[in-house]
């Protein structure tokens, strides 16, 4: 079974950093696109970045609100794509979930039927 997983969800206080990785289980991530969303209390889940699946010349995209404090990165031997997110702001608390799919580049249209994970959370407090 395909599945990717989440972890280093956590709480943090304004200014801190978490990483989160993006597990895959039962598939190669190495040919396969990754994006990461958030959905914050009441909001609707937005697209915050992505990483196409061209290895070391891999395009990345981020939304403006996290521009220069978050980082994409993935290492194709362990399968993972990690999201680094520094100077957290409170407007970052959310579910953050990343979802793959394959052969596809970034920024892409991510489709409900790609692979999603379950989600991680992220509390950042004053």
Not at 66 to 83: C, E, H, M, P, Y
Not at 96 to 104: D, I, K, L, S
Request: glycine fraction near 12%.
């Amino acid at each position: 079974q395909m599945q990717l997983v989440e972890s280093g969800g956590g709480l943090v206080k304004t200014g801190g950093s978490l990483r989160l990785s993006c597990e895959a289980f039962g598939f190669n991530l190495e040919h396969y696109a990754v994006g990461w969303f958030r959905q914050g209390p009441g909001e609707e889940r937005e697209e915050i970045s992505c990483i196409d699946d061209h290895g070391n010349d891999a395009s990345t995209y981020y939304v403006d609100s996290v521009k220069g404090r978050f980082t994409v990165s993935r290492d194709n031997d362990k399968g993972i794509v990690a999201l680094e997110m520094n100077n957290l702001k409170s407007e970052d608390t959310g579910v953050y979930r990343c979802t793959a799919a394959w052969n596809r580049g970034c920024p892409t249209t991510w489709l409900a039927n790609d692979i999603w994970g379950r989600g991680a959370q992220v509390t950042v407090s004053a």
